[in-house]
């Protein structure tokens, strides 16, 4: 977002989200996210979801790096 020059707002007004969920979803702190809120997002950062979405080892999401929020879907596989 940054390189691109979007701020949470942009991603507000573009959503149509509140900013605690934008905030939220910035943060890793989400479990889902449609595929609408997504593909916008993408278009606004003029990427592809790959880009900003990774899959990454349990030994990587103990230590992720800066600017990785890990989002954990191993509860609602359970459910």
């Known amino acids: 977002m940054k390189e691109r020059g979007v701020r ?5 007004e573009l959503t149509g989200h509140t900013p605690a969920n934008i905030s939220r979803l910035r943060q890793g702190k989400i ?5 609408s809120t997504l593909f916008a ?14 899959r990454i080892t349990d030994e990587e ?3 992720p790096e800066k600017g990785v929020f890990v989002i954990n879907l191993e509860d609602e596989a359970d459910n």
């Open 41 to 54: 997002i993408c278009d606004r950062l003029d990427c592809a979801p790959g880009d900003i979405l990774i």
């Open 31 to 35: 479990r889902s996210v449609r595929f």
């Open 61 to 63: 999401a103990e230590h």
């Open 8 to 12: 949470g707002t942009d991603l507000v």
